[in-house]
């Protein structure tokens, strides 16, 4: 069974979903992939991993890196799960490419060459925004692309981390835009 609950952040009022086992999705209104993967039986309550999320993002969104993690169920395939692995291990206020991020889930596993196409599916198909974050994949040459919930929000949550923007630009044409 999963369960709802609503954040309002200062970037835009946020759906959040969890099972007995983590946050399953978080998502910002009206973004690309909105609930895609809310099960219709779905309940809103509060429970203690939206307690715990909540705090996190409270912390995030003062402009600090929280010291902690909230239980996270990543319900996907092998390859999306490895690729979001992977954007768990970014640096809080720092980015990678994409084509870095395909030539980490090449290595892992055993391949010559990913495509970063490939892998910029996966990332944007993140459910859990933000806490798995895929805002601070970009592409190679400085473009703010490829973000489910809009390049104005991710501009911004970049910007909240810290992230010298002045090596990246808004394409005139995109993905997510």
Not at 37 to 44: A, G, I, N, T
Not at 80 to 95: A, D, K, M
Not at 153 to 168: H, I, N, P, S, Y
Request: a negative charge; aromatic letters at 10%.
């Amino acid at each position: 069974m999963q369960y709802t609950a609503a954040y309002q952040s200062s970037v835009g009022d946020v759906l959040l979903a969890a099972d007995e086992t983590g946050l399953t999705g978080l998502w910002f209104e009206g973004e690309k992939f909105y609930a895609l993967s809310l099960d219709p039986e779905h309940e809103e309550r509060e429970t203690p991993i939206f307690a715990i999320t909540r705090r996190w993002l409270d912390i995030y969104f003062s402009g600090h890196e929280p010291d902690f993690m909230p239980p996270v169920h990543m319900i996907g395939s092998e390859f999306r799960r490895c690729v979001w692995e992977l954007l768990l291990q970014i640096p809080y206020g720092t980015t990678v490419t994409y084509g870095d991020l395909a030539r980490q889930v090449a290595r892992r596993r055993g391949l010559r060459r990913m495509s970063a196409q490939a892998v910029g599916g996966a990332v944007g198909h993140n459910e859990i925004s933000i806490i798995v974050p895929c805002h601070r994949v970009v592409g190679t040459n400085g473009s703010l692309t490829g973000y489910a919930g809009g390049v104005d929000k991710k501009r911004r949550l970049l910007e909240l981390e810290g992230v010298d923007m002045e090596k990246f630009f808004v394409p005139a044409r995109g993905t997510a835009l």
